[in-house]
């Protein structure tokens, strides 16, 4: 996958600090009386899952429910395209590039979260003192090609003047990024939460966030399949509602909800906060809004060869799905 080396030691000193953050889809089945149907939840380091653990949303759901947890975007919806799970959750490039994949998905709600999220990082001691400074160098992405990294990255170098074919780019999947980084064989690396905090945290410095470049929002999309089946798609449009009401606890209850973040990932409390602070946590119904601005993320990409074709966002949309009482 990439030809960085780092130490063992380094290797395991990040995998001890963010132990929580590889799950690897581990799952903890909630049974429920007669339950209709089970929901295989997709989830991105920990993040959807200490939601709803906190806020208890989903206590008493009128469905069972699984969680899988993924590091990253691109082996999530590779687990949506093989109908392992029913919903994943993502950011806008990573939804459009798992629909450019062939994978059967249509997008059902919205989260709203901060466009500092994520950023490019580079080491406290790097004379890269601005994005213009990249120019020659190499930039690590994560996760993969599509991601919301990659477009944050791109939309700077466009910003401050600098040709793509300027900068020498790569893939790594975070927590291999992230050993690395701590370890010092990457100097610059575009990386999103929870991962750009902890490494701000280590002592790595912003060249740029995504603030003016990144839309901050985020989806849910549910696989075709799951959703062609009537029992599956009532106990999504529950966890929907449920979702709408997790957010809302977790807009007014900051520091239960990082307390609860800490708990699921071990991390410090400090770093929780903020994480959770600038999350995707409001959930809402799929707006016109959301699908121009969409859009916009779809026609760029497409003309920067980010993705290799342009995605037609309210073909992969199903807006009807869920309707959110006001």
């Given at each position: 996958?990439?030809?960085?080396?780092?130490?063992?030691?380094?290797?395991?000193?990040?995998?001890?600090?963010?132990?929580?953050?590889?799950?690897?889809?581990?799952?903890?089945?909630?049974?429920?009386?007669?339950?209709?149907?089970?929901?295989?939840?997709?989830?991105?380091?920990?993040?959807?899952?200490?939601?709803?653990?906190?806020?208890?949303?989903?206590?008493?759901?009128?469905?069972?429910?699984?969680?899988?947890?993924?590091?990253?975007?691109?082996?999530?919806?590779?687990?949506?395209?093989?109908?392992?799970?029913?919903?994943?959750?993502?950011?806008?490039?990573?939804?459009?590039?798992?629909?450019?994949?062939?994978?059967?998905?249509?997008?059902?709600?919205?989260?709203?979260?901060?466009?500092?999220?994520?950023?490019?990082?580079v080491q406290p001691n790097s004379p890269l003192r601005s994005v213009s400074d990249l120019r020659g160098k190499t930039?690590?992405?994560?996760?993969?090609?599509?991601?919301?990294?990659?477009?944050?990255?791109?939309?700077?170098?466009?910003?401050?003047?600098?040709?793509?074919?300027?900068?020498?780019?790569?893939?790594?999947?975070?927590?291999?990024?992230?050993?690395?980084?701590?370890?010092?064989?990457?100097?610059?690396?575009?990386?999103?939460?929870?991962?750009?905090?902890?490494?701000?945290?280590?002592?790595?410095?912003?060249?740029?966030?995504?603030?003016?470049?990144?839309?901050?929002?985020?989806?849910?999309?549910?696989?075709?399949?799951?959703?062609?089946?009537?029992?599956?798609?009532?106990?999504?449009?529950?966890?929907?509602?449920?979702?709408?009401?997790?957010?809302?606890?977790?807009?007014?209850?900051?520091?239960?909800?990082?307390?609860?973040?800490?708990?699921?990932?071990?991390l410090p409390i400090e770093s929780s906060r903020i994480i959770t602070a600038r999350a995707s946590v409001a959930g809402?119904?799929?707006?016109?809004?959301?699908?121009?601005?969409?859009?916009?993320?779809?026609?760029?990409?497409?003309?920067?060869?980010?993705?290799?074709?342009?995605?037609?966002?309210?073909?992969?949309?199903d807006t009807q799905l869920w309707k959110r009482a006001a």
């Amino acid at each position: 996958m990439t030809d960085l080396l780092f130490s063992n030691a380094s290797r395991r000193s990040w995998l001890k600090q963010g132990a929580a953050l590889s799950l690897a889809a581990t799952a903890s089945l909630r049974a429920f009386a007669q339950p209709q149907t089970t929901l295989i939840l997709g989830d991105r380091a920990g993040g959807l899952r200490s939601l709803f653990e906190a806020s208890k949303t989903l206590e008493g759901a009128p469905f069972a429910y699984r969680w899988a947890n993924f590091q990253g975007a691109a082996p999530l919806f590779e687990a949506q395209r093989s109908a392992a799970v029913d919903t994943a959750m993502a950011g806008d490039l990573p939804v459009l590039a798992a629909a450019v994949g062939k994978t059967p998905l249509k997008i059902v709600a919205t989260r709203v979260g901060k466009a500092d999220s994520l950023g490019i990082v580079v080491q406290p001691n790097s004379p890269l003192r601005s994005v213009s400074d990249l120019r020659g160098k190499t930039v690590i992405v994560s996760s993969a090609r599509g991601s919301i990294s990659q477009y944050q990255l791109y939309g700077a170098l466009e910003e401050a003047d600098v040709r793509r074919d300027e900068v020498t780019v790569k893939f790594v999947l975070p927590t291999d990024a992230a050993a690395a980084f701590a370890s010092k064989q990457i100097d610059a690396w575009a990386i999103f939460d929870p991962y750009y905090t902890i490494a701000l945290q280590q002592g790595g410095r912003i060249l740029r966030d995504g603030r003016g470049i990144n839309t901050a929002l985020g989806f849910i999309t549910a696989s075709e399949h799951s959703l062609a089946d009537p029992a599956k798609r009532a106990a999504i449009v529950q966890f929907l509602d449920r979702l709408g009401r997790a957010g809302d606890w977790a807009l007014a209850n900051p520091e239960a909800y990082a307390q609860a973040y800490t708990q699921l990932t071990r991390l410090p409390i400090e770093s929780s906060r903020i994480i959770t602070a600038r999350a995707s946590v409001a959930g809402r119904p799929v707006s016109e809004a959301d699908i121009v601005a969409l859009q916009a993320v779809a026609d760029r990409s497409a003309r920067d060869g980010i993705l290799p074709v342009r995605v037609d966002v309210r073909a992969i949309t199903d807006t009807q799905l869920w309707k959110r009482a006001a």
